[in-house]
């Protein structure tokens, strides 16, 4: 009898300043794949903008961020925006929007199985999952001092897990190998290759519409319009932020941290 694929969310977590045609396409370069390991089924996608409290400089408002996020969604019939992460009155480390999102998909899954993931009873589906989905480019904050915690990366790697597409000339795979907790997870972590190449960087968008030159065919239409219509990306917004720390290195210094190589 053949196997039942597990079901499978994927989450990916970002500013969206603004939401770009790159990161659209990562979810379908991720469902691809994951549905050609023959062990997934891709049933949903979530964007999940950060909070306004992330202070990166030239972060527009969330409300900006989260209205580009659907408008450019509306043509997906899989991935969707969600706004719990960015009303959050301060910045949230990424596993605690993972255990948000996980509860609410085991909720669902429960609710409509009738089912309990935690009893013993063995389930007539298997249980769905979430994985975090990212860029080759993500792995690499693991390496900067202070800005996880151990028992962080521990959590996302080896309870949730990884759908990592690669950018440029980045090597996810190199990342995993430095890292002792990421290559003892390494079975959690799926590299995807990206073949046709897409360089498309929410930063070069906000730098060209500054400077008042085209970014259509880079953003859908939908979201250009409605920067024109809000006059976002300005050099003034760009100063927006300046001189923050970044939320997470902030509140990570607040704890005592020990380094990835510990």
């Known amino acids: ?28 370069l991720a469902r691809d794949h994951m549905h050609s390991t023959g062990q997934y089924q891709v049933v949903g996608g979530i964007v999940s903008p950060v909070s306004d409290g992330y202070g990166k400089q030239g972060l527009v408002l969330a409300k900006h961020r989260i209205a580009m996020a659907k408008l450019a969604l509306q043509s997906s019939g899989w991935v969707t925006v969600d706004e719990w992460e960015s009303q959050q009155p301060d910045w949230t480390e990424t596993v605690v929007t993972m255990r948000y999102h996980y509860g609410r998909i085991l909720e669902e899954f429960e609710q409509r199985t009738g089912a309990h993931v935690d009893s013993t009873t063995p389930l ?8 975090l989905l990212c860029g080759a480019d993500f792995l690499d904050t693991f390496k900067i001092p202070g800005l996880w915690r151990d028992e962080h990366v521990e959590e996302v790697a080896g309870r949730f897990g990884f759908v990592c597409v690669s950018r440029g000339g980045l090597e996810p795979e190199r990342a995993v190998h430095e890292s002792d907790t990421l290559s003892r997870h390494s079975q959690n972590i799926f590299l995807v290759r990206e073949w046709v190449k897409n360089e498309t960087s929410a930063t070069e968008v906000r730098r060209a ?19 024109h219509q809000h006059n976002l ?10 001189g923050t720390v970044l939320r997470p290195l902030a509140k990570q210094a607040q704890q005592p941290v020990k380094s990835l190589d510990d």
């Open 233 to 242: 990306y300005t050099e003034d917004s760009e100063r927006r932020n300046e």
């Open 1 to 28: 009898m053949a196997t039942r694929r597990v079901p499978l969310v994927l989450l990916a977590c970002g500013s969206f300043n603004p939401i770009t045609n790159q990161h659209m396409r990562l979810f379908e």
């Open 209 to 227: 519409l500054r400077r008042g030159l085209s970014v259509k065919y880079l953003i859908p239409d939908s979201v250009i319009e409605y920067i």
């Open 124 to 131: 007539s589906s298997p249980s769905p999952q979430l994985k």
